[in-house]
């Protein structure tokens, strides 16, 4: 990018995302064949990431970020560009009806029905209904061009399932895990020191009739107030970094089948139990062959994605000023 232009989008960064437009002056950035790419279409990408930046980053690093933020930026329209020449040049079409049920689904989900708040929301933009048609158009017809690409039916081969899995071994590691079940007796909202604690002395009956025998998924239906309660106080199976510090020292010391002392926190009162108990270990390739399986398969899938933009650069006119 040549310097007049890193000028202008170094003089947005200072400005800020929400500096009028007329505040800066526009220009080209790029040409793709017969499509203009301008610096406020670049700033319309990078507007939204800015105030992140500024707060994150100050003087030659936040410059870095935006040189890059830009740099992705421009990318990306360069592709848009490329994928609407492509859907063009091929002689496809997209029904108006298509484009109407994506505006009509736009204006229920994200304007509650309200043609007059969407249209409101259009002029702050400074765009007309046509204008942002048109552009829905564009995102419609980019999307069914990236989603034909990638509906290529695609096999993995049990090998390169298996490499993947040697070469990522980490990434199947598993800590200890419990499958564990709680109890959760809250306390009293003023509750004094030298009063008699009737939350406590109900959280020591429910320990005296686990101590006999009772069932605690049938005495966390009935007494838990914890949002597992319906569940019998169910927390499935989880690792200790899920469970607070007290509870976690508490829980991973017992062993399968065994409930815990009364808990005490400072908002009431825990009883824990271990259902099972699964020492670390990693993975095996039995569990892990299907997740590998769709993570191979979305990598082809970016891959051919790369590819096709490769093509549709390497037969365009591209210039960046």
């Given at each position: ?40 279409e670049?700033r ?10 500024q ?43 298509t ?17 007059g ?9 400074n765009?007309?209904v ?23 039916y695609l096999?993995?081969s049990?090998?390169?399932i ?37 939350r406590r002395?109900l ?15 049938s ?11 319906k ?14 510090k007290?509870?976690?020292?508490v829980?991973f ?8 002392k ?23 390739l039995?569990e ?34």
């Open positions: 990018m040549k310097a007049r232009v890193w000028l202008l989008l170094a003089g947005l960064a200072i400005g800020g995302a929400d500096a009028p437009a007329a505040d800066i002056m526009d220009g080209v950035v790029a040409v793709v064949n017969d499509r203009v790419i301008t610096l406020s670049v319309m990408v990078i507007g939204p990431i800015l105030p992140q930046l707060r994150d980053f100050r003087g030659e690093e936040l410059n870095a970020k935006l040189r890059s933020l830009q740099t992705d930026a421009i990318n990306s329209l360069i592709e848009r560009a490329l994928i609407l020449n492509e859907f063009k040049t091929k002689g496809y079409t997209i029904p108006e009806n484009i109407d049920r994506e505006l009509s689904e736009i204006i229920a989900s994200e304007f509650n029905n309200d043609r708040a969407f249209t409101r929301t259009l002029q702050a933009q765009l007309t046509t204008q942002y048609r048109e552009k829905l158009r564009e995102r419609v017809i980019i999307q069914a061009m990236r989603g034909r690409k990638g509906q290529q096999v993995i049990p090998h390169r298996e490499q993947y899995y040697k070469d990522h071994l980490k990434d199947f590691a598993v800590e200890d895990q419990i499958k564990l079940r709680m109890i959760f007796i809250k306390k009293a909202p003023a509750e004094g020191d030298a009063a008699p604690d009737a002395k959280g020591e009956e429910i320990l005296g009739k686990l101590d006999a025998g009772e069932s605690f998924e005495l966390a239906k009935l007494y838990s107030e914890g949002k597992e309660a569940q019998g106080g169910d927390w499935g199976w989880v690792g200790k970094d899920v469970l607070r007290e509870l976690g020292e829980a010391q017992l062993k399968a089948k065994q409930h815990s009364l808990i005490e926190t400072a908002e009431g009162y825990y009883l824990l139990f271990v259902e099972d108990v699964k020492p670390a270990h990693t993975k095996p039995t892990a062959r299907d997740d590998i399986e769709k993570i191979l398969i979305e990598l082809q899938r970016d891959k051919m994605q790369d590819e096709w933009i490769k093509t549709l650069r390497a037969k365009a006119y591209i210039r960046l000023y």
